[in-house]
């Protein structure tokens, strides 16, 4: 299914991140990757959005006399998976490819992948950025496998890149 495979369309799924006290940069640098992702042509970004509000939640290495609990800002990500099973499947019975690859380790698109696969009749194949699987992902997936941290390191944009405003670079972090 691929390396062999052209890539003709690439679907990437986020929600536009806010500041948070902890970390001010962080919506400038998912700007700038944002930008850097409009200089592939074949790459369309779909947004959700994210949610924030303040929990109070168990503390986990409580000390014998300290807290129980902490008033912490939880900051949730919603509507991505549901975008992007929406846009699986659509794009399966659309006839848009004839193999799709999904970068995940959310258990949530695991119908919406045995869809394509077995009512459809198309391979999807599941890469997995991290090394503890979500449940269900690998059992319906046409091939599983989990991402190395090596491939991820060669898949990174240069530091320098240029688009229709100018020349720009990659952040420290992203």
């Known amino acids: ?9 690439i679907r990437y799924f986020t929600a536009k991140v806010k500041a948070l ?43 014998p006399r300290g807290p129980r609990f902490a008033k912490v800002i939880k900051s949730e990500e919603k509507g991505s998976d549901v975008n992007l099973a929406a846009h699986l499947v659509n794009d399966a019975h659309m ?4 193999s799709a690859i999904v970068v995940t380790n959310d258990s949530d698109l695991v119908e919406a992948i045995r869809i394509v696969t077995e009512q459809v009749g198309l391979p999807v194949g599941v890469l997995n950025p991290c090394e503890q699987p979500a449940g269900g992902l ?23 890149l240029k688009d229709d405003k100018g020349a720009f ?3 420290q972090t992203w």
């Open 1 to 9: 299914m691929y390396p062999q495979n052209k890539f003709e369309l």
């Open 21 to 63: 006290p902890s970390d001010p940069d962080q919506r400038i640098r998912q700007l700038v990757y944002l930008r850097a992702l409009r200089t592939l042509d074949n790459v369309r970004v779909h947004f959700g959005h994210f949610t924030s509000h303040t929990v109070i939640l168990p503390v986990a290495d409580r000390t």
């Open 95 to 98: 006839g848009v490819f004839e």
């Open 138 to 160: 690998n059992n319906v997936a046409t091939f599983y496998r989990v991402l190395r941290k090596g491939v991820l390191k060669k898949a990174q944009f240069p530091r320098a």
């Open 169 to 171: 670079s990659k952040p």
